[in-house]
């Protein structure tokens, strides 16, 4: 262990002790009945060097539910495979708020604003159906790869509760395929989806599935070049506007690294070239983002002067 | 010149005249009588480095109006002036669409999205007449100061060839107005905004004034201290995230560089630490940003593998 | 016949010689596969005097689907069956254009604003599902009953067509569902909708049908008090506001009776207390109503000066 | 007096009575200093038959702002002059919600919904501006005319007090003028308007002013045809669709009557060859109605099944 990191080490430390002293204020999701069960006052985080160096604090070995954070491992997926023509059926832009999501998708023919917002990656499992024949079992075989974990698996709990009462992605779902852009039957795409939000993880091991956006593409433990560079680059640009839904601006400037959360609690945010840094915490702020999490990573950042600005 | 300097010269001169060469599409601003005049084929290229090292290519040395660049400097002074205040009146998310700016400022009771649309600049005017005197001189004087140059001016005749026309923004500007957030006569307002988008500045110089951006808050030419480290970081983070209107997740996308354009067809963008690149191409996109600048960045940083991603 | 009537049926006579003559704008409903395929160039006309008098010009004693227009005898069963209770889930406000209608019921909590739209009717649908057993069997005894014809159906086909291509409906109710404004399950309130609008009726027949909303309340052939005189009145000024999608002012402005179409290209529209008049053309114009069937009534109340203004 | 008008009489008198003990709820316009100023417990109430007999209740003869009223002369003038080319500049549709106004008019390209929103009525002024010298003092001769009183004046307290803090109609004018619909100066256009909306009338002269609405176009104290009968069925179905901002329906549903509201707390409502009512009380609805006087005329049309459907 190099002194920066013995330093690293000391600083989460030392904010990891400050936070879980101070008031943990928000909710846990309710929508999704069973994540509305987990206990709030889990807290880990993990720290990953690009030398293969790793921290854990905390509930950092507990597995959770990491939600749209799957988003970004399903863009990465789809992008590896079919290459910029994606990028036909979903836009790249920030959203704005998610009041304008549903107004701008008929002003937009069907084009979600971002792969990040529900709508854009119900479209990106549409493709995902198109291009394989067992889309569940494809996208999970991509996660054991990347993660270099092979007993990584969607939770089937998790994935029937949330269908149960998504029914503000179905009218997602079926709008997109109303307005074209899903070419699969709405009930398809939905479960698929609900399935890849389902994927279950720990901190330590999302660190090392997502070191791949901070090694140039590549996964730190194999010689598995994931993405090339300019793909790496594109997803983490993606990540710093839109992955953290109407909080992305606020997450840019208060923290200054490319991330993406969900709403189980779970932040996973990247030091491209040197690191990646992930966190749970499951109660939310009003922006859905974890209270703890936002938190943790604006008090970081400010200790270590680490932003990609 | 060490050689990595060279390279870049390589770079930039390879690709200045392959865009010459190219079809230059777009149409010149003509919602501003004055711009419109301008002829769409000049073409200006600037890079500095931070050890002061500075490039020019084409019409590199010809002033031209640098519009919503401005915004950026008007932020700076502001921000400098009255810290972390200014964000109880204007916020710092994407907006979206130009088509949602209106509705979003009813939703959010007047607050614009971020310093950088027509509607959070002009709520940064009506601060700056608030704290100074004479806003239209403290201002340039700012300029000047930051610019290392004491020849820069209003444009007079831009200046007023906007505010003959500059019905959208009276609207934006008695809009905000009605809703609590502008505090001065929005004819005051909207004369100092106007005076403010009419700076005018060659790429050398645009270069030289964006400086301490890319050198941690502080002038590369002088000792001056613009901002502190986090304010420096934060104006770059919301120009990734804002700076290009609802192009901007398309070029943090394409470019991974933080910048800003303006309608007169400038655009700088900024690789902390490192350097400041200045455009200028009067032909514009669809969505208001310079075609060829927008072209030129994209194969610049492919050519040097820089973003900040 | 008295000579009023006499008068009438000369005026119609004319106009009806007159447009049929003319070029015949506009496109039959392309988004049910099964209506697209409809003779363009039918044109029938009914006009029932509440003396039980009745004309019929053209293609009226042809059936055809009824769809939207169904949506006033479902409010009228509705209605009747609950009373002022009904106005806790549906408003009875216009709706601006369809392109709000997604934005407002976010921001009225799934309220949809009328009966009329397909949010409203929707919502009306899940509530006829609430208070009986057999919804489908117990709207179509109420279509029997209030026509006097036991040979009225649903047509399967129509439904079936409908059904297969609804990815809007389904979007509308599954969003609604996620705002608390349904009760039951999406699958079954579209069902029951896509059957409810399907219903087909020749002119002839529809006039009968409506003939209660012209007579106080009341059957015109029997007895039977289908509202009270205020809930007639109430859905006749629901019909004004709200009968032609977002040409609802236009056709108060240009004809002056309210009235309700289908994109069938059925029109039914009231004078109260004289006539019940019946139209069906299948072109319809951009708005979604019957081309031919906006042209006859206009010239018709300019001809008769009729108008409830 | 006709037995049918004593009963009238006693009807009124009766509801006249009862409403003015109830609670009267909400606030008098508090966005026009002068109008916040009213006493609001003031109530009048006047009807005023056809056959010329006028009855007059509580604070009938005492002048008040007719505000939005106004917009009904305003357009009837116009309409007069220019014909149905008026419709080439605003619409006759409901606008949904005052919240959808912006929006809309960006998508309609500054073309107002209709002529009863704030946006319409600044077009229509746009237009008085084009046709004639001193629009002021033509429409001030207009209302004279109409009323048959020569002492009806604008108050100059109430418009520069409105003008004075208009910045909505000021954003409103400006933005419309950026999309072309607006010829004049933006301050042109607002002050008319102010002056317009700041027309001074007693119930029983509102009553006198719009009989001509309820008498077939002619003023009923002279042989003057203000309007033809189409026109003047044109503007009854515009104040039915229109005519109560976003309360349009509910009036029609509830009220059953053509009629416009003003935020000085006057109604007038017509029935059409019957009568005119005219009603002042200031408190407002949140709609922006008189709370007093919409309950009135519920009950008043409950009470003599007066309605046109």
Redesign the interface.
Known sequence: MISKEKEYFEIINKIYLKVIKEENLGETANYIPELSKIDGEKFGVSLLFTDQLQFGFGDCEEKFSIQSISKVLLLALVYRDIGEKIWERV???????S??S???L??DKGIP??PFINSGALVVCDILIDICDDPKAYFLDFIKKVSGNYSIQYSDKIAKSEFSTA??N??????I??LGNIHNS?DDVLDLYVYICSIEMSCMELSKTFSFLANKGKNLFDDYQVLN??Q???I???M???GFY?????F??RV?L?GKSGVGGGIVAIM?KYYIVSLWSPKLNLKGNSYRGMKFLEEFT?AT?D???
């Open positions: 836009d790249v832009e920030p959203s704005g708020t009041f304008n549903l107004l701008q008929e002003t604003r971002n029914y503000r179905a009218a997602l779902t079926n709008f395929k109303s709405p560079i300019s790496t680059k594109r983490n640009a993606i710093q506007t839109c109407d909080e992305s601006g606020e840019a400037f200054g490319p491209p400010t002067e932003s990609i600005f």
